[in-house]
């Protein structure tokens, strides 16, 4: 069964770096299969995808965030408590107020989704 988990701080202040992690369970970070994806929901508005990361390591990002957004992962353990993604966003601003979902990816069928976590922005 795959389950993902957000963590993180729900309150960021402004200017500052958010940091996220995903603990993933039911597939490997290492799987090649697999493509490990950061969505947002802005309030009122719908769903942004941020970017991606897959087994190889090479990442996509939203052009708009790309200069502010870095996913990345841990595969120099086999330590299983680690199998977890993270999503590091530098410079926030209000406008980064949202849910913040992390989600997988398997094959063109499946995905799995996190249940989200409240990220304000605010001094």
């Known amino acids: 069964q795959v389950h993902l988990q957000e963590s993180g701080p729900g309150l960021v202040k402004p200017s500052q770096t958010l940091s996220l992690t995903c603990s993933v369970s039911?597939?490997?970070?290492?799987?090649?299969?697999?493509?490990w994806i950061w969505i947002r929901q802005p309030p009122g508005k719908g769903l942004e995808w941020i970017g991606d990361i897959v087994a190889n390591g090479n990442t996509a990002y939203r052009p708009s965030l790309k200069s502010r957004a870095s996913i990345s992962r841990d595969t120099s353990t086999n330590d299983t408590s680690k199998n977890q993604f993270t999503l590091q966003m530098s410079s926030v601003t209000p406008e980064d107020i949202g849910v913040y979902y992390c989600?997988?990816?398997?094959?063109?069928?499946?995905?799995?989704w996190g249940q989200g976590t409240q990220v304000t922005v605010s001094s």
């Open positions: 989600a997988v990816a398997l094959g063109d069928y499946e995905m799995y």
């Open positions: 039911g597939v490997p970070i290492t799987s090649t299969y697999a493509l």
